[in-house]
Nanobody, 115 residues
Framework: QVHLVESGGGLVQAGGSLRLSCLAS????????MGWYRQAPGNQRELVAT???????NYADSVKGRFTISRDNAKNTVFLQMNSLKPEDTAVYYC?????????WGQGTQVTVSS
């Protein structure tokens, strides 16, 4: 089992920044990638960004150039730096850990961007 604890969400004005953190604990070996997904009301959960253990990253087109994902392997933590936030970024953001045979989710943290 992998336990994920997210932090850093909140309310920010459009154009502002937030930094999300996700601490992983438990059976943290053999993680393929860590990442962030988000879900807005009435929408499906969607990929935001992922990062592998070697640092390879992948971003949704909607956040490229504005968001940066990073990972501290020593601290088992993944970060999402979100700049130039837009109202359409408003959603619950979920931390995700993908292993070969299992997929784990955090409890989610709310990000609200006001116009």
């Amino acid at each position: 089992q992998v336990h994920l604890v997210e932090s850093g969400g909140g309310l920010v004005q459009a154009g502002g920044s937030l930094r999300l953190s996700c601490l992983a604990s438990g059976s943290i070996s053999s993680i393929i990638y860590m990442g962030w997904y988000r879900q807005a009301p009435g929408n499906q959960r969607e990929l935001v960004a992922t990062v592998t253990s070697t640092g390879s990253t992948n971003y949704a087109d909607s956040v490229k150039g504005r968001f940066t994902i990073s990972r501290d392997n020593a601290k088992n933590t993944v970060f999402l730096q979100m700049n130039s936030l837009k109202p359409e970024d408003t959603a619950v953001y979920y931390c995700n850990v993908r292993k070969l045979v299992a997929n784990y989710w955090g409890q989610g943290t709310q990000v609200t961007v006001s116009s």
